[in-house]
């Protein structure tokens, strides 16, 4: 073979990479501009997160542990739970602004459910009279105004009408119910367990009543470590006088957070 042979070889074969290197060749442009469109989107996102993390981390700290002191330190979705607490059918129509109270809440529940908030309800639950003991009658007949045992009559027992949770805030199969004996929501139920295991750091409450069960409920979650939040327009009462002195008992002890209903639902759209 001489030197044009060659050559003419050699320019047919060169020819034919050429050819079959173009797709490639193709797929690499249209990688790297890929590529550069990716890393643009990755740096916005970085950027977003840092502005998010500067907020985050405007708490105060000690010791590289955040701080809360304000609704917006802690109104976000991953560190917060909404309390929905006794809004039953015989609890709700022993409270004049009942109608008022449950709308307010509804408003926060559709909030709190679109921003992804964890959501619990609590009822309070009547034992049957032979299982009832002393400190139950004794209740029963302070509550019922009745001076013999044997005139008390459990309302609120399982499966009775006034038990239930009032239509307009039917739980969703996402949301739990906790039924209770006691006054705080944290009393007999694994509300403090459940909270604590999905890292849960704060606590809004809504409901009926705050001059009865609500207040120790406040109390209790701060002792467990729960930064409350209590939404004041949206806690019911059957005395005003007494729900005042509840108020501003928390107020004194310096745990709680007070807002109302649109300020919260505000916070939490925006923090979702």
Same mark, same amino acid.
């Given at each position: 073979?001489?030197?044009?042979?060659?050559?003419?070889? +050699?320019?047919?074969?060169?020819?034919?990479?050429?050819?079959?290197?173009?797709?490639?060749?193709?797929?690499?442009?249209?990688?790297?501009?890929?590529?550069?469109?990716?890393? @643009?989107?990755?740096?916005?996102?970085?950027?977003?997160?840092?502005?998010?993390?500067?907020?985050?981390?405007?708490?105060?700290?000690?010791?590289?542990?955040?701080? $809360?002191?304000?609704?917006?330190?802690?109104?976000?979705?991953?560190? @917060?739970?909404?309390?929905?607490?006794?809004?039953?059918?015989?609890?709700?129509?022993?409270?004049?602004?009942?109608?008022?109270? %449950?709308?307010?809440?509804? /408003?926060?529940?559709?909030?709190?459910?679109?921003?992804?908030?964890?959501?619990?309800?609590?009822?309070?639950?009547?034992?049957?009279?032979?299982? *009832?003991?002393?400190?139950?009658?004794?209740?029963? *007949?302070?509550?019922?105004?009745?001076?013999?045992? /044997?005139?008390?009559?459990?309302?609120?027992?399982?499966?009775? $009408?006034?038990?239930?949770?009032?239509?307009?805030?039917? $739980?969703?199969?996402? /949301?739990?119910?906790?039924?209770?004996?006691?006054?705080?929501?944290?009393?007999?139920?694994?509300?403090?367990?459940? +909270?604590?295991?999905?890292?849960?750091?704060?606590?809004?409450?809504?409901?009926?009543?705050?001059?009865?069960?609500?207040? $120790?409920?406040?109390?209790?979650?701060?002792?467990?470590?729960?930064?409350?939040?209590?939404?004041?327009?949206?806690?019911?009462?059957?005395?005003?006088?007494?729900?005042?002195?509840?108020?501003?008992? @928390?107020?004194?002890?310096?745990?709680?957070?007070?807002?109302?209903?649109? %300020?919260?639902?505000? @916070?939490?759209?925006?923090?979702?």
């Amino acid at each position: 073979m001489d030197d044009r042979q060659i050559a003419w070889d +050699l320019a047919g074969r060169r020819r034919k990479l050429i050819a079959e290197l173009a797709p490639a060749k193709r797929k690499c442009r249209v990688m790297a501009r890929f590529g550069r469109a990716y890393s @643009l989107i990755i740096s916005a996102v970085e950027r977003k997160a840092d502005v998010r993390g500067s907020k985050r981390t405007s708490m105060k700290q000690a010791f590289e542990i955040e701080i $809360p002191q304000t609704l917006e330190d802690v109104c976000n979705a991953r560190h @917060l739970a909404l309390l929905v607490y006794d809004m039953q059918v015989g609890i709700k129509r022993q409270v004049k602004e009942g109608e008022v109270i %449950t709308a307010k809440i509804r /408003e926060i529940l559709e909030a709190a459910r679109i921003a992804k908030v964890r959501v619990f309800f609590t009822r309070h639950m009547s034992l049957p009279k032979e299982l *009832m003991g002393a400190f139950q009658f004794r209740m029963a *007949m302070t509550w019922q105004h009745v001076d013999d045992p /044997e005139k008390v009559q459990p309302w609120f027992l399982r499966d009775t $009408p006034g038990f239930a949770i009032v239509p307009e805030l039917q $739980p969703l199969p996402s /949301e739990a119910i906790f039924d209770k004996l006691a006054m705080s929501a944290f009393e007999g139920t694994p509300l403090a367990f459940a +909270l604590r295991d999905c890292g849960i750091k704060a606590v809004a409450v809504v409901g009926i009543a705050m001059e009865v069960g609500i207040e $120790p409920t406040v109390r209790h979650a701060a002792d467990h470590g729960f930064v409350p939040v209590v939404i004041s327009d949206a806690c019911g009462a059957g005395d005003s006088d007494a729900a005042k002195r509840s108020f501003d008992s @928390l107020a004194f002890a310096g745990d709680t957070l007070f807002t109302d209903t649109k %300020t919260f639902c505000g @916070l939490i759209r925006r923090a979702g």
